[in-house]
């Protein structure tokens, strides 16, 4: 077939054409994605924020709910399949050895701004091993709720209390050490020796001051502390009477002990009808309750978008919000910007000055372990099944480090 030199011209120049607009139009860039997974009964407190980030920076962000009770464990499984999550938020702090461990975290890298404007506490709860795996989003600590009638003045020491003025919820077969830790702390107790690099898993309450803590719990018994077991709308109602004076509780028992129960119809107000308190010293030392913090982990997926989970993560941190936890569900906001306009409700404000020197549960890998053994040993000194307080303390400090040692 003859070709025309005309049809070679128009082939060459359609080509030339072509090479320029391909050179010419720039590729349009596929929008940043983030997987975020977030315990379900939370996931509306974090849509707000999520969505008012992910708009204004221009990326993509799936928000999934999982049931809190599980995510922990597929987050382990999913992360290293390369099918979890870029970050994990909603998660209690004490899940930061045990993931970490697991290789399911990356350490954060945030501005120091960004670390000064969080409580230095809450901080410290992410930290393990001495890196930062996670920042916090909001704080929970517990502290003395008293009757005003029952008792006008806060008590400057359990010396003053009396038997069967204090209640504590505790079980008969698992004691609760999460609410007798400001009591053991103030003997000079702490559960395990810490650095500035955070917990260590070297016991701290297995040495003469544990033992004295052991032996004030078997003395003192239920009938100082109140009977072990009592139902939940007891306690409301009791506190509530005044036919106790006291209860170490948290904020989560505010909305019960304001509003009552089906066996205590009456309202309750802050500061008229109850007041909250710092914990007294029971052994002579500062009585120190355990922080709890939530907040956000960047995982170690192999597809992690680092830079936009990091920036994400430091937004919900911020005081915006922090500021959306305190109006949504009453958090006490970890950030201390957002902590100024909480304090405007006298409960949060109560709260937050009652654990201004509160420490952050201890977040080490064995740690469901020694919440069993510690608790059933304070079970069994406090509802007088120990005929040898100082041996049966012994040995749970024994059996716990034997357990972190496995």
Same mark, same amino acid.
Not at 2 to 14: D, E, G, L, Y
Not at 92 to 110: E, F, Y
């Given at each position: 077939m003859k070709?025309r ?22 590729a ?13 009964a939370?996931?509306?407190?974090f849509a707000?924020p ?8 221009g990326?993509?962000? &799936? ?8 995510v ?19 998660a ?13 975290l ?5 501005s120091?701004?960004t ?5 230095s ?12 795996y996670?920042?916090?989003? =909001? ?7 008293r009757?005003?009638?029952?008792a006008p003045?806060?008590p400057?020491?359990?010396?003053t ?6 209640q504590?919820g505790?079980?008969a077969?698992?004691?609760d050490?999460y609410h ?5 702390s103030?003997?000079?107790?702490p559960?395990f ?5 955070g ?6 309450m ?8 052991a032996?004030?719990l ?7 502390f ?8 007891d ?5 509530k009477?005044?036919?106790?004076k006291?209860w ?9 002990i304001?509003?009552g129960?089906?066996k205590? &119809? ?8 109850f007041a ?7 052994g002579?030392?500062?009585a120190?309750?355990?922080?709890g ?7 170690n997926s192999?597809?992690?978008?680092v830079v ?5 993560l430091t937004?919900?941190?911020g005081?915006a919000?922090?500021?959306? =936890?305190?109006?949504?569900?009453s958090? &006490?906001?970890a950030?201390?910007e957002?902590?100024?306009v909480?304090?405007n ?7 937050a000055?009652?654990g201004?020197?509160a ?6 890998v064995a740690?469901?372990s ?5 608790g059933?040993?304070?079970a069994?000194l ?8 100082a ?9 716990i480090?034997?357990?972190i040692k496995g």
């Amino acid at each position: 077939m003859k070709i025309r030199k005309s049809s070679i011209a128009a082939a060459v120049a359609t080509l030339a054409v072509g090479s320029m607009l391909a050179v010419s139009t720039p590729a349009i860039a596929a929008t940043p994605t983030l997987l975020v997974w977030v315990d379900s009964a939370r996931k509306t407190t974090f849509a707000g924020p999520v969505a008012d980030w992910a708009k204004d920076n221009g990326v993509t962000v &799936t928000l999934t709910g999982k049931d809190f009770g599980a995510v922990r464990d597929q987050a382990k499984t999913a992360v290293p399949a390369g099918t979890g999550p870029d970050l994990l938020i909603g998660a209690a702090h004490d899940w930061t050895g045990n993931l970490a461990a697991a290789g399911v975290l990356r350490p954060v890298s945030v501005s120091v701004a960004t670390s000064s404007a969080l409580a230095s506490n809450a901080m410290q709860a992410f930290l393990f091993g001495g890196k930062q795996y996670g920042l916090p989003f =909001y704080t929970e600590n517990i502290a003395l709720v008293r009757n005003l009638k029952a008792a006008p003045k806060a008590p400057t020491s359990a010396a003053t209390i009396k038997n069967g003025e204090l209640q504590i919820g505790y079980s008969a077969t698992g004691g609760d050490p999460y609410h007798f830790y400001p009591v053991q702390s103030s003997f000079g107790a702490p559960v395990f020796e810490s650095t500035n690099k955070g917990w260590t898993s070297t016991l701290g309450m297995d040495g003469t001051a544990g033992v004295t803590f052991a032996k004030y719990l078997a003395t003192k018994g239920e009938k100082f502390f109140a009977k072990a077991g009592k139902g939940w709308d007891d306690l409301v109602c009791d506190i509530k009477s005044g036919k106790v004076k006291y209860w170490i509780t948290g904020p989560w028992a505010i909305s019960a002990i304001e509003g009552g129960n089906s066996k205590c &119809t009456a309202k309750s107000v802050i500061n008229k009808d109850f007041a909250i308190s710092a914990i007294p010293s029971f052994g002579g030392k500062t009585a120190q309750q355990f922080m709890g913090a939530k907040g956000g982990f960047i995982t170690n997926s192999p597809s992690t978008d680092v830079v936009n989970a990091t920036q994400l993560l430091t937004y919900l941190a911020g005081k915006a919000a922090g500021i959306n =936890y305190f109006n949504l569900d009453s958090f &006490t906001p970890a950030n201390k910007e957002a902590l100024v306009v909480a304090n405007n409700d006298p409960v949060i404000k109560a709260f937050a000055a009652a654990g201004a020197k509160a420490v952050p549960m201890p977040n080490i890998v064995a740690m469901d372990s020694v919440w069993d053994k510690w608790g059933k040993t304070e079970a069994k000194l406090l509802t007088g099944k120990s005929t040898d307080p100082a041996a049966d303390w012994k040995a749970m400090s024994a059996a716990i480090t034997a357990t972190i040692k496995g």
